[in-house]
């Protein structure tokens, strides 16, 4: 039997509320299944540490997370600590050492749940947003001198290299040929940014000869919102670049329905360092306590843990028993427009996945 170590990191406000659910529908759906266990080990890291120790994470942050096979992260971000600091200081401290450089973000409608837009249900609206996740616009390098001066300048650099593109672009064409349509589109904005972003028009173009059974075309991202509200079903797969993903996906959640359904995957594909899995929401403080965050972002983000071990059976069962339990509008948290809670929510999908009806 496989046994899984897992790094849980539930960080602030409704972060720890959805990965205490998240462990608890793992260890069920591990029960149940029979075949592998999970060992989680719960790291206290966040903004009620860095008010303790004036840090988000220890120095030796990365060494203790390094043996692990996953990290399960919830959300981080306090009202009283600058969104910067959290930011910079947990997350992208994990995500940007352990060269987790693809982050994958599925959406889909989910059965009982239903789209903003109009006449759009499952069959039209089936993507996954690819997202660089390691330079770009988010390389932390720039600076800011004179602040508060009428002559204050400040900078962020956005850094492209070719390796990092050619790997991102690679990577999501490998997706797009695994994924029934083979169908992907490159977004960015080479028409008004004329340096990096025809540099991924260019090697797009060359990645593309790899895959000939793959159909691709190009999109710039102002045309690309517009596509996603008013054509969803002429798209598959995506791949944009670090800022302008992180846009689209969370876009992309709300037409699924909530950002309270939406997971990610933030992957080092060659398995060199552990991959981190989390709901694409963050704290959200203005529901912090409640017991009504939706933790079904948090279990879809759970079946991607699952199938990037290797369980993809149980990844599968576990997404069976969401979809079982979203089918159900009593059992939709408020953010779905319902007025079930977490806890209910969790029960009926470890009801599900043990084969009961609540
Ligand atoms: P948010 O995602 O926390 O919340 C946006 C809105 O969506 C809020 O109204 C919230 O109540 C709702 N929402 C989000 N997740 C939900 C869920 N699971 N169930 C029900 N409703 C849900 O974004 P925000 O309000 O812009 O930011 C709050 C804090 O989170 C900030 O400090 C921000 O920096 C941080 N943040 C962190 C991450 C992350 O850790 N990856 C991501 C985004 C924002
Ligand atoms: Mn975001």
Same mark, same amino acid.
């Given at each position: ?28 759906? !591990? ?221 992309? !959640?709300?037409? !699924? ?102």
């Amino acid at each position: 039997m496989s046994q899984y170590r897992i790094a849980a990191i539930p960080g602030d406000g409704i972060g720890k509320e959805v990965i205490a659910a998240g462990i608890e529908v793992l260890d069920a759906l !591990a029960a149940r299944n029979g075949g592998f266990s999970f060992e989680f080990e719960s790291f206290d890291w966040g903004s009620d540490y860095y008010k303790k120790h004036g840090v988000m994470m220890p120095s030796d942050g990365l060494e203790k997370l390094k043996p692990f096979d996953a990290i399960y992260f919830g959300a981080v971000g306090a009202p009283d600590v600058p969104d910067h600091v959290t930011l910079w200081g947990l997350r992208l401290a994990i995500c940007q050492p352990f060269d987790q450089y693809a982050n994958v973000r599925p959406t889909r409608i989910l059965p009982g749940i239903q789209s903003p837009l109009r006449d759009v249900g499952a069959k039209d609206l089936d993507w996954v947003i690819v997202r660089e996740n390691s330079e770009g616009e988010y390389s932390g390098v720039g600076g800011r001198v004179h602040k508060g001066l009428p002559i204050e300048v400040a900078q962020d650099v956005s850094i492209m290299t070719r390796p990092g593109v050619e790997r991102i672009i690679r990577f999501a064409f490998k997706l797009a040929q695994s994924r029934p349509r083979k169908l992907l589109t490159v977004v960015t904005k080479s028409n008004a940014q004329r340096h990096a972003m025809v540099m991924w028009d260019e090697i797009a173009e060359e990645i593309a000869a790899e895959f000939p059974d793959v159909t691709w075309d190009k999109m710039l991202v102002d045309a690309m919102t517009m596509r996603m509200t008013m054509k969803p079903g002429t798209l598959d797969t995506i791949v944009a670049t670090n800022l302008h993903a992180d846009i689209l996906s969370d876009l992309a !959640a709300a037409l !699924a329905g909530s950002l309270g359904i939406a997971p990610t995957a933030n992957l080092n594909p060659e398995g060199t360092y552990p991959s981190m899995f989390e709901p694409i929401h963050g704290s959200a403080f203005d529901i912090t306590g409640k017991g009504i965050a939706n933790p079904v972002g948090t279990f879809w983000t759970g079946a991607m843990m699952l199938d990037h071990l290797g369980e993809r059976e149980a990844a599968a069962q576990l997404m069976r028993a969401v979809e079982m339990v979203t089918a159900d509008p009593a059992l939709h948290t408020p953010d779905l427009g319902g007025t079930s809670t977490t806890r209910r929510v969790t029960d009926a999908v470890i009801a599900a996945v043990q084969g009961r009806n609540t």
